[in-house]
């Protein structure tokens, strides 16, 4: 129990360390911090041009999609980064359990994906003076870890993939947008055709973001409660989906002698 | 002639080179089209069907930066990954005249963007952008690609001394499409809007011959930075400082 703990803690933290290829502040400050705000400040522009809906609106949906941002990279750098470090074979051949080892780096990346989050809700303060009451903050913190949590497991399922396809980053995009036309990040999910928003329910962020633009204007954390649940258990399902993926790449690699096969 | 030949070679080379993998143009067709769907989405919910043909325009011209930016701010990478930087920097050939072509190269990729944006707006869309004057409609694009591979080329200079440039390359694509793209339009932008509502090419020649003030300006501060930086690595003997 012991090694388990160890390699998920410290193993965790010293492989995002290593691996989190954006964490300069040459990289992390453009990517991260400002990214995120050009982002909400954009669609905020272009949701009055387009008559949709409030500045807030488009802040709270943008800023917690953001947590995407730093998910589905960060656990991309996770697992395909040691493939560039050349350290992905050794990984793979260690004895060490691999629910520790890959659950370990989800940790800091799910704390650097809220972190990003809260970011963009900065910068709109600051650039679109988008205020909130000071009783929601911490619901809405609570909301980016919930957000983060369920980004992080598809950040799981996308760098799992990375196992086998050698352009993660390119997957992480593409979930990326996925996320940002199917959620209801700037479009109202009753606006979007009938399969579009029936797709969006089982996807992260979705439910968070109705939940944090609830919470946004005051309503308590009980009242979204419903929202939080399915937003944990589809976190958790892709968390899942991501470790049976790497164990059934890990064993195809094995069986195959490579990891490369796109 | 020489500098003509060059510039026309450099960017035939780069295009093709560029247009080589069939998965990176997918792609560079791909990620516009996700940011015109939502933008279609938002107008058509929000201020209905008659506003989409402009914006139709507007998201078709979006894909031609976003062609451009991280791939003109990592052009230089991409030569000091390949390990060529030195030895371009080192040629008799001036520096500008081997890098306009890449940037101007990433920059056309961005009219399949512009094509594939416009059919994807009338195919799933239903929005129609009708073009009477197809002849002042091209002029208007070629103005577009030309100025955002100057602004490009531009970036590609800023950031020679960058090892991470992708990464400001990348934070400029909101800014660029929010002051250049929907609410402030450029005015190429503008040029072709005006176009395809039946405007005469006299009534966008102004507009063009602005366009082709801005890329100049781009270009002439792009060449003067270049100059700059290459005597700065010379006496610094590093072409790396971030």
Redesign the interface.
Known sequence: MTTWLRIFFIGGAVSFRALFA?I?P??YI??LV??PT??I??FA???R????ESDDWFVVGNAVQSASLAALFGMGFAIDGERWTQTLSAVLATPASRAALFLGRSGPVLVNAAITAATGFVGAAIFLDFRMPWSSVPAILFLLLVASYSCTGLGMVTGAVGLRMRDVP?LA??AM??L??FCGV???LD??PGWMSSIAQWLPVTHVIEAAREVATGAPLSAVRSDVTIELALGTGYLALGLFLIRFFEREGRRRGTLERA | MRTLRLLAFGWLMHFRMLSQSWFDGF?AI??PL??A???F???????GEA?LEPVALGAAVMGVWTATSVSASSALQRERRMGTLELLVASPTNLAVVLLPVTLATSTIGLYCIVATLLWARFLFGIHVPIVHPLAFALGVVGIVVTIGSLGFLMAVAFVR?R?AW??G??T???I??ICG??VPISAIEAARLVARDASLDAVSGLLAKEATIGIVYSGLGLGLIRYFELQGRRLATLER?
């Open positions: 954006w300069r040459s990289v453009p990517t400002v990214g050009t982002q400040i954009f522009y272009l949701g041009t387009a008559h949709l390119i995009n593409f947008a996925v940002l036309i700037n479009v109202p606006a979007l | 792609l791909l990620w996700f940011f769907t939502v933008t989405f938002m107008f058509r919910s929000g201020r506003a960058s991470r990464a400001i990348a934070v694509e909101y800014p499409w929010l929907f609410l971030v």
